[in-house]
């Protein structure tokens, strides 16, 4: 749908960006009848987004009810795999629940954004807002110099809209926020890089070489100095009906002392031995690359200002502590509770940042900001234990795999000695495995 936005005052909110976080507030405030309108400046939802990985649809399931069945989810995710990679070596470990092949499917699913963008905009649509596509937001509109924000400038000849609210859901790449004084631009710390092929595949091939059948996918996620060259990040492939996602994400802060571009190590890691066997062959169909926030809790700002919120990436909402990998989700949420926010500031007729504050106020008090206080540590620790984490540690797991299934005439028992000595000396010995396990505890709490 494309129209010429003219119609100053006609909205009660605009929403700028329709991805998950911009698509779950329009539909929330539409859901709760006020006029919305929402801006993206793709083609068409989605199609700037170059995420590859999987959805997490607990509130998109309440938002849409039946409709979800709809949905296009490519699979479900029945398989989670994490791999340490030497850089020959492979150490791994894979987890299959048999709750997660049935409905719901541990609301997780393999998703192409494209489509289920579109799909999710759809439903905002349908609910009663409007969508503009092709249309870039450049600023927002202040009352005046310092007073609320009242509206937003557009790419377009007469693209200069006023609204009551202004629900910002730029993604990470968050100029229009920063522009206006409502954030920071992101700490080269907080921020990691992501680079993503997707290749095409017969469907047969993708279930034969990952074990799957027709409904189900895989995640499989690999760290260490054969995925990322002893980076802060790691590798990852996801099954979609027939496609792969295959990528690498890693610190900017690393990236900036590798001499390899990002595509040349993601040419990297898909020649690894563990790595090669799964992704060979197949038609690239889409390359992409991205900046991704992880800066954690310290990192999101000020969600609620007079005239409008922020949300979804733009306000940092990533989890990412190596085992959780998570934004998707966040993203909705943040999109729900601001729409929500917003519907109350509606009816009460007062937009400024008070009575918007039921937004951060219930955002504080659900998952996302729960999850993300809890591992805000985690990124400082990843850079600190860097060498030990993806350098040290998968090599010291494959010279004591190799060791304990040691085939000669020494009994096993001398085999097992050795292998556990060599993981003891590279934990630092017992003093040293007793602090890291006290460290490290808190990443299965």
């Given at each position: 749908m494309t129209e010429t936005p003219n119609y100053d005052d006609h909205f009660d909110a605009i929403v700028v960006g329709a991805g998950l976080a911009g698509s779950a507030a329009a539909l929330t405030m539409a859901q709760e009848d006020l006029e919305v309108l929402l801006l993206e400046r793709g083609a068409s939802p989605g199609s700037k987004n170059v995420f590859g990985g999987t959805m997490f649809t607990p509130r998109v399931r309440d938002l849409v009810g039946e409709d979800f069945e709809d949905a296009p989810t490519e699979r479900y995710l029945g398989r989670k795999q994490f791999s340490l990679l030497s850089p020959e070596d492979e150490t791994s470990l894979s987890v299959r629940p048999s709750a997660w092949q049935d409905p719901p499917h541990n609301d997780?699913?393999?998703?192409?954004?494209?489509?289920?963008?579109?799909?999710?905009?759809?439903?905002?649509?349908?609910?009663?807002?409007?969508?503009?596509?092709?249309?870039?937001?450049?600023?927002?509109?202040?009352?005046?110099?310092?007073?609320?924000?009242?509206?937003?400038?557009?790419?377009?000849?007469?693209?200069?809209?006023?609204?009551?609210?202004?629900?910002?859901?730029?993604?990470?790449?968050?100029?229009?926020?920063?522009?206006?004084?409502?954030?920071?631009?992101?700490?080269?710390?907080?921020?990691?890089?992501?680079?993503?092929?997707?290749?095409?595949?017969d469907r047969e091939t993708i279930e034969d070489r990952f074990g799957l059948g027709e409904k189900d996918g895989a995640s499989h996620h690999y760290f260490g100095e054969g995925a990322c060259g002893g980076a802060v990040g790691g590798g990852f492939i996801y099954t979609n009906k027939n496609t792969l996602a295959i990528g690498v994400a890693y610190s900017i802060s690393d990236a900036v002392e590798d001499p390899r571009k990002p595509d040349e190590l993601l040419d990297d890691f898909k020649q690894h031995p563990a790595v090669a066997p799964l992704v060979k062959g197949g038609r690239l169909v889409e390359y992409s690359a991205k900046a991704i926030p992880e800066g954690g809790a310290s990192a999101v700002p000020d969600l609620a200002h007079d005239?409008?919120?922020?949300?979804?990436?733009?306000?940092?909402?990533?989890?990412?502590?190596?085992?959780?990998l998570e934004g998707t989700n966040m993203a909705i949420e943040s999109g729900y509770w601001a729409g929500k926010a917003v519907a109350e500031a509606a009816a009460a007729g007062q937009y400024d940042a008070t009575a918007l504050q039921a937004y951060p106020e219930n955002l504080e008090d659900s998952f996302v900001m729960?999850?993300?206080?809890?591992?805000?540590?985690?990124?400082?620790?990843?850079?600190?234990?860097?060498?030990?984490?993806?350098?040290?540690?998968?090599?010291?797991?494959?010279?004591?795999?190799?060791?304990?299934?040691?085939?000669?005439?020494e009994p096993k028992e001398t085999h097992a000695k050795r292998a556990k000595n060599m993981v003891i000396r590279a934990l630092g010995g017992w003093t040293g495995a007793a602090k890291r396990a006290w460290k490290y505890r808190k990443l299965l709490s």
């Open positions: 997780t699913h393999m998703v192409l954004r494209g489509n289920f963008d579109e799909w999710f905009a759809d439903q905002a649509v349908e609910a009663g807002a409007t969508l503009i596509t092709e249309t870039t937001v450049t600023d927002v509109i202040r009352e005046d110099e310092d007073g609320p924000i009242v509206g937003v400038e557009t790419d377009r000849p007469d693209g200069a809209i006023r609204a009551p609210v202004v629900v910002l859901a730029e993604g990470g790449n968050s100029l229009v926020s920063e522009a206006a004084g409502l954030k920071e631009p992101d700490k080269r710390q907080e921020v990691a890089i992501g680079a993503k092929e997707v290749r095409k595949y005239g409008a919120v922020i949300v979804g990436d733009a306000a940092s909402l990533v989890l990412n502590n190596g085992i959780h729960e999850n993300l206080e809890h591992y805000d540590w985690f990124g400082d620790f990843a850079h600190d234990e860097k060498q030990f984490l993806f350098t040290e540690l998968p090599k010291a797991l494959t010279e004591a795999e190799l060791e304990f299934f040691k085939q000669d005439r």
